[in-house]
């Protein structure tokens, strides 16, 4: 069950009739009025009918939100726990270290959210006001919006079908008031599957800036990023670039570099050179990172000394000419 101050709530999809049974596909899906699930009710008829199927009805309130948003970007990867979310974290607190610049940070990892943690803001929840669902403020420029923010508990699993997660990320794009930003970055879960093909659909009007694909140097996780390249392409979404996690360890102590997970088949760098997609740098491991993530502070505040540090902030500059930007730290 998920809970919303102020009687912001979250509802199915607007493909799915609210007379529906639970695991309903959906109006607008092909098996609307075939899945089993549709035995017994009353809507089968009119959705297995011949009648064409509209547009999705959040799309024009989707693009009137967006229009106020400059750079929407995507974090990806096919292989889970390569360090997607930590990235973004970090990435969206550079961005926010120039106080000019607004930033966003959306999790629609939907079942297995992290992004409130990351951010040190996993007590609080969302508010609604007459404008819509308000996102939590790290600081007075960097909100972030996550379901992780609307469960009971840290351990209630979110047990949902494709179209009941659509609806959310559906609500987290044209409810939320993100209000005017710079940036918003988007953190996706593993996969090539119903969330990122809904934030597709939903952001194609008003257009995604590109995605940042990251990996770590051993071939189970190269083979999962170039099903994601692949992904990439077939959707017409813009890679900007690679980044290698867990490139080798940084001692703390002597700021020592060894190998941990070997590139075995060349890493990131030689699948950047096979795919003609830039390599935008490789972030060495440093256990600061996951006590940094734990604690919900920014490493790049707690540890600029750090080689870690120094290469996530190359890699967030390169980001930031490829959109046409200067970073201000």
Same mark, same amino acid.
């Given at each position: 069950?998920?809970?919303?101050?102020?009687?912001?709530?979250?509802?199915?999809?607007?493909?799915?009739?609210?007379?529906?049974?639970?695991?309903?596909? @959906?109006?607008e899906?092909?098996?609307?009025?075939?899945?089993?699930?549709?035995n017994?009710?009353?809507? =089968?008829?009119?959705?297995?009918?011949?009648?064409?199927k509209?547009?999705?009805?959040?799309?024009?309130?989707i693009?009137?939100?967006?229009?106020t948003?400059?750079?929407?970007?995507?974090?990806?990867?096919?292989? @889970?726990?390569v360090?997607?979310?930590?990235?973004?974290? =970090?990435?969206?607190?550079?961005f926010?270290?120039?106080?000019?610049?607004?930033? @966003?940070?959306?999790?629609?990892?939907?079942?297995?959210?992290?992004?409130?943690?990351?951010?040190?803001?996993?007590?609080?929840?969302?508010?609604?006001?007459?404008?819509?669902?308000?996102?939590?403020?790290?600081?007075?420029?960097?909100?972030?919006?996550?379901?992780?923010?609307m469960l009971?508990s840290?351990?209630?699993?979110?047990?949902?079908? @494709?179209?009941?997660?659509n609806?959310?990320?559906?609500?987290f794009?044209?409810?939320?008031?993100?209000?005017?930003?710079?940036?918003?970055?988007?953190?996706?879960?593993?996969?090539?599957?119903?969330?990122?093909?809904?934030?597709?659909?939903?952001?194609?009007?008003?257009?995604?800036?590109?995605?940042?694909?990251?990996?770590?140097?051993?071939?189970?996780s190269?083979?999962?990023?170039?099903r994601?390249?692949?992904?990439?392409?077939?959707?017409?979404?813009?890679?900007?670039?690679?980044?290698?996690?867990?490139?080798?360890?940084?001692?703390?102590?002597?700021?020592?570099?060894?190998?941990i997970?070997?590139?075995?088949?060349?890493?990131?760098?030689?699948?950047?050179?096979?795919?003609?997609? =830039?390599?935008?740098?490789?972030?060495?491991?440093d256990?600061?990172?996951?006590?940094?993530?734990?604690?919900g502070?920014?490493?790049?505040d707690?540890?600029?000394?750090?080689?870690?540090?120094?290469?996530?902030?190359?890699?967030?500059?390169?980001?930031?000419?490829?959109?046409?930007?200067?970073?201000?730290?």
């Amino acid at each position: 069950m998920l809970a919303v101050q102020h009687s912001a709530v979250v509802s199915g999809p607007p493909s799915v009739p609210s007379n529906a049974p639970e695991h309903c596909p @959906g109006t607008e899906s092909e098996l609307a009025g075939k899945a089993d699930a549709c035995n017994g009710c009353a809507n =089968q008829d009119i959705c297995a009918s011949n009648t064409p199927k509209g547009p999705d009805p959040a799309l024009p309130f989707i693009r009137d939100r967006m229009a106020t948003v400059k750079h929407k970007i995507l974090v990806l990867s096919g292989k @889970g726990g390569v360090g997607k979310s930590t990235f973004t974290a =970090q990435l969206g607190w550079a961005f926010a270290a120039d106080e000019q610049l607004q930033t @966003g940070v959306m999790d629609v990892d939907i079942c297995g959210p992290s992004i409130s943690t990351i951010f040190g803001v996993a007590s609080e929840q969302v508010h609604s006001s007459s404008s819509g669902w308000s996102p939590v403020y790290v600081q007075d420029n960097l909100g972030i919006m996550s379901v992780g923010f609307m469960l009971p508990s840290s351990r209630d699993a979110v047990m949902w079908r @494709g179209p009941k997660k659509n609806g959310l990320i559906a609500q987290f794009l044209k409810d939320v008031d993100w209000g005017d930003l710079d940036y918003l970055v988007i953190d996706t879960p593993p996969g090539t599957s119903d969330e990122h093909l809904s934030v597709v659909q939903y952001l194609k009007e008003s257009g995604i800036d590109g995605a940042v694909l990251v990996t770590t140097p051993q071939e189970v996780s190269l083979q999962d990023v170039r099903r994601e390249i692949d992904f990439c392409r077939k959707v017409g979404i813009r890679v900007l670039g690679l980044v290698e996690n867990m490139s080798g360890f940084v001692c703390p102590g002597c700021k020592t570099e060894s190998q941990i997970f070997r590139p075995t088949t060349g890493g990131a760098e030689r699948l950047a050179k096979e795919t003609g997609i =830039q390599l935008l740098g490789k972030v060495p491991l440093d256990p600061r990172i996951g006590k940094s993530a734990d604690y919900g502070v920014s490493f790049l505040d707690e540890y600029p000394d750090s080689p870690a540090s120094d290469a996530y902030l190359d890699i967030i500059d390169k980001i930031k000419k490829i959109l046409g930007g200067e970073l201000v730290l």
